[in-house]
């Protein structure tokens, strides 16, 4: 559910965009109109990021339309930059004496009137996210005019969005080496970073975002960068002061609290992952926010709640597979075991191949003692997928309801010859349950011991090791291994 390389660039590169306009792109310092035309448009922006995640279906056209219009404005801003730089540069070839170079802005940079029009013609394709194109353009203007600050940029960032992740790093290198404000070299370090992370390389990625912040302490994706760093790497405790940071710039940052309340699940703290994920759903219809809260509930065994949660997942993303699934295993949970099935027969009839809700539609069969429904399903599977573990599980079960004690047997042990202590933990749990079936009560015990050896939080085989001293004539080992249960 979670994306594995959850990491933010765009709002850095508006960022530094922003800087160029109103301190590279203005010569003398800027002027008033610009400024009170950025601060119109910045107000406009605010208010569709605070209105547009919240909005009825009706209300959508309006913010569309408002984020178009000012997209437009932009893009008429741009390209009178683009013709005002062309005529300066025009000016300047008949009066070079215009230009006193003892006074030239350090942050000035004059084109040429080909460069400049290469530069306009790449962001038209980088806008049109046809990033093969944008390159050709960019490259011409770092070949043409290689101190041009913005060029290089863009070049970066066209190969980093075609994962040539190797040849922006090296543009990136190039710009924190040759930039003498820290906006472009806090920028720099900052999509170093990125690449490392989509690299898998999280420790460095650390090490450029903690640069990020240096000269950028007010850049609240490179916070949330450290602290998504931290949370790959499993370093929960670390990744939290990261996340609350972003959230101190930007009060507004749900995926921080999403992200922390995920932190604070891994330590089962669960009044805080409540908290933040209420507090992020407040913020956002998400689903991934909405399907985290469903999944926190059921893990805490509230299954109405879960239930109410996964409702409102279908109502949100009706297309939703883990909504069918969540609903139908709650009211499973509940009791409700006939209108659990129809739910997972409506889920699969919408997505016949997901195999969440095939598992779950065969294990409570098994449960009801459906074996015909199970084999049915079993024939359809693809062959790397049965053997799988726990589809080798669900075989193991079948063989034993069908009296197959020794193909059963044979599958459990399958399970056991594997590394993962977990799955090794299922092969002697199914073992037991086979030998269970057979009349074998000491054999059975010992399978159930080991299974809980090896996964000591498991209740299920602790059970049934009592269940098997119970047949022995045991009472005091079984109350000691149901005591363990209650415990």
């Known amino acids: 559910m979670q994306d594995p390389y959850p990491f933010r660039y765009i709002a850095c590169f508006l960022d530094i965009r922003k800087y160029f306009f109103t301190r590279l792109g203005c010569y003398g310092g800027g002027n008033m109109f610009h400024n009170q ?5 910045q107000r406009a922006l605010e208010e569709i990021k605070t209105h547009y995640p919240n909005c009825t279906v009706q209300e ?22 683009a013709c005002v730089e062309e005529e300066i540069t025009q000016l300047l070839q008949e009066h070079p004496e215009l230009l006193d170079e003892g006074k030239v802005i350090e942050d000035e940079v004059f084109l040429d009137e080909s ?27 770092v070949d043409e005019a290689p101190d041009f600050l913005l060029g290089r940029m863009y070049l970066g960032l066209t190969l980093f969005q075609e994962n040539k992740l190797t040849e922006a790093a090296h543009q990136f290198h190039l710009l924190r080496q040759t930039a003498t ?25 650390i090490r450029q975002f903690n640069k990020t912040v240096s000269y950028l302490p007010q850049q609240a994706d490179a916070w949330f960068n450290l602290g998504a760093c931290h949370y790959r790497l499993k370093e929960y405790h670390e990744a939290v002061p990261y996340f609350y940071h972003a959230l101190s710039i930007n009060e507004d940052d749900w995926e921080s609290m999403y992200y922390l309340s995920s932190c604070y699940r891994h330590y089962k703290e669960w009044e805080s992952v409540t908290f933040w ?11 991934r926010v909405i399907e985290s809260i469903a999944q926190d509930y059921e893990e805490m065994g509230q299954s109405e709640q879960a239930l109410k949660w996964y409702r409102r997942l279908l109502f949100y993303h009706p297309k939703s597979s883990v909504a069918y699934h969540g609903i139908a295993w709650n ?10 099935f129809l739910w997972l027969k409506k889920g699969l009839t919408l997505f016949p191949t997901n195999v969440d809700l095939l598992f779950s539609y065969v294990w409570l069969s098994l449960s009801q003692g459906e074996t015909h429904a199970v084999q049915k399903v079993l024939q359809t599977l693809p062959t790397d997928l049965i053997k799988q573990p726990l589809w080798l599980v669900v075989r193991s079960r079948l063989f034993t309801l069908l009296g197959k004690f020794e193909q059963a047997t044979k599958t459990a042990e ?62 005091e080992l079984t109350q000691s291994c149901w005591q363990q249960i209650v415990q």
């Open 60 to 81: 959508r056209p309006i913010w569309q339309s408002r984020l178009l219009q000012i997209k437009q404005s932009c893009d008429r801003m741009l390209e009178s930059w």
């Open 115 to 141: 460069v400049v029009r290469q530069f306009r013609q790449g962001q038209g394709y980088y806008g049109l996210t046809m990033f093969h194109e944008a390159k050709q353009f960019f490259q011409q203007v």
């Open 37 to 41: 035309w950025l601060q119109v448009v």
């Open 277 to 287: 994920r209420l507090a992020s759903y407040e913020k956002t219809n998400h689903p």
């Open 331 to 340: 009211l499973w949970m509940l009791g409700q075991r006939n209108e659990a």
């Open 414 to 475: 399958q399970l056991i010859e594997q590394e993962n202590d977990s799955v090794r933990a299922m092969g002697y749990y199914q073992k037991g349950r086979t030998y269970l079936e057979m009349g074998k009560i000491p054999e059975a015990a010992q399978y159930f011991q080991e299974a809980h050896h090896l996964v000591n939080h498991w209740k299920d085989p602790l059970f049934f090791k009592g269940i098997c001293h119970l047949v022995e004539g045991k009472p």
């Open 181 to 205: 404000h820290e906006e472009f070299i806090g920028f720099a370090h900052h999509m170093l970073g990125c690449i490392y992370v989509k690299q898998g390389k999280d420790e460095e990625a």
